[in-house]
């Protein structure tokens, strides 16, 4: 399926851990731990959100990428979307753009990420990623790919079906606001909402 992504999350309790045993499966770090600020677009009326639909502008170090994200394909397993992302030159000024033609910001969240691949295969292109995610909710890795190559790699990193996540960040920080009882804000680090 072209600019279609297949992903799922899980929730990782041991960082340290977790990344030995990437490594030990052969996965290499091919982008550093950074951070990222993520801001998510939407009409007045709602209507991305009520159609599913994604707007969001990532902003990490000096770069920053517009990704657009259509509603999820149904799958009880995996999460499966059509995305379409792209560079954009200067994130502040588009973000002009996007609140001159009627979006808003809606939601932020944050997370630091660092990006690994399965580098066995010395200048092969990898069939999947595998990124580390350190969230406000906790710390997360993401397997994005074939549902063959996620069900793999799930298993040798010792999770099954049964453990994977296919709510957004997003979906995971209002449903942990609304279990505690909270009103949900962003999902930032510290104090900052």
Not at 86 to 115: M, N, S
Not at 161 to 177: H, P, R, W
Request: hydrophobic share 35%.
């Amino acid at each position: 399926m072209p600019d279609h992504e297949t992903e799922i999350k899980l929730s990782v309790s041991n960082a340290r851990a977790a990344k030995l045993r990437l490594a030990g499966l052969g996965f290499r770090k091919i982008e550093p731990r950074h951070f990222e600020r993520n801001f998510l677009f939407d009409f007045p009326d709602l209507r991305l959100h009520k159609s599913s639909c994604v707007v969001r502008l990532r902003h990490e170090g000096k770069r920053s990428l517009l990704t657009f994200k259509g509603p999820p394909l149904r799958s009880s397993t995996y999460k499966i979307r059509r995305e379409i992302e792209t560079e954009v030159e200067d994130g502040h000024r588009f973000r002009e753009i996007l609140e001159a033609l009627g979006l808003r910001a809606i939601f932020c969240y944050e997370k630091y990420r660092t990006t690994f691949a399965d580098q066995k295969k010395t200048g092969a292109r990898p069939v999947g990623l595998v990124v580390f995610d350190e969230t406000p909710l906790g710390n997360f890795l993401e397997l994005e790919g074939p549902k063959r190559w996620i069900d793999a790699v799930a298993r040798q990193l010792g999770f099954r079906q049964e453990d994977y996540i296919t709510a957004s960040y997003v979906g995971l920080y209002f449903a942990k606001c609304e279990a505690e009882g909270k009103k949900a804000q962003n999902m930032v680090f510290g104090a900052r909402q």
